[in-house]
């Protein structure tokens, strides 16, 4: 979460009073996160989010993404849910930005130092139901952050990332001649997430209270979803792999669906993949967020260490699969 776009008092109450929530107490900038603006809403009837969609959001993706939300809380999968107002309609219009208001979630997000095993095990287990729970979801969106979109991401920061370190430029270079030369095809494909990093699951101690943050979600391989799981949880501050917590995710999926051989055998080089695309998205980001932005900025660097051990490990053994 993030704020880039700022909203009067008077435009945030005459939006809100669209809606059956009562009037305004309080309207906070969330700093978290580099996609879209975010707020703390309080109203007379509790607590929400407010979601300006920024530029890297397309309007004509919204109704999947707020359908899928709503479809999800129809399942009892346990996210946010889209609020209408009193039209019906979940989609408005604020300071210029397609926004939404969704309910607040209980709990917080996980950050480095709580990785437990135990959460792990929940987020592999949720992440299974995701993908179960979205089986009949009736829109599709493709991935557009996948391996011929990476490349299309990194050619006019080629330079820029050799000013970042030297000789970066060059390493992802070869890293995305790897990839698109070992890129699985024909594995089991459905709606995923995309971004289940541990700011976009909330706990209460080692309890998952919900799952937030859809704005990348899209239709690919299901074990895309592990392969960013694994690169999100399973390693810490200093790039070190968690093997401990790797088995416990990797078992809390296959408890309720487990991979296929094919999945399997590719798993390391989606995991490959998976942490360049955030390399690459980190990268952009360094460079283009823009400074007088309520986001925090990642460090794509960070990342590094991550692809440096998939592409040291012999198969998908060391995630802890039989």
Known sequence: MAVYTRITDDALDAFVARYDIGSVESCTGIAQGVENSNYMLRT?????ILTLYEKRVRAED??????LMTHLAAQGFPCPVPIMNRQGETLQTLAGRPAAIVSFLDG???????????RCA???????????????FGITRPNDLTLPDWRRLFTPLAGQANGLKAGLGDWIAEELSFLEANWPSGLPAGIVHADLFPDNA???????????????????????????????????????????????????????RPLTPGECTALPVLARGAALRFLLTRLHDWFHTPDDAL?????????????????????STAYGLD
């Open 295 to 315: 986001a925090h900025r990642k460090d794509p660097l960070a990342l590094i260490p991550l692809i440096d051990f998939h592409r040291s490990i012999p198969d």
């Open 122 to 136: 929940a987020i592999g287990a949720v992440c299974a139901r995701f993908h179960r729970d979205t089986h009949a």
């Open 44 to 48: 007379e009837s509790g607590n929400y």
């Open 62 to 67: 919204l109704p999947f993404y707020l359908g």
């Open 202 to 256: 909330f706990f209460k101690g080692t309890t998952l209270t919900g799952v937030i943050d859809f704005y990348f979600a899209c239709n690919d391989f299901l074990a895309w979803d592990v392969a960013v799981c694994i690169n999100a949880w399973c390693f810490d501050q200093t790039g070190g792999f968690l093997a401990d917590n790797a088995r416990a995710l990797v078992n809390g999926y296959q408890d309720n």
């Open 108 to 118: 917080r997000g996980a950050d480095c130092d709580a990785l437990t095993p135990a």
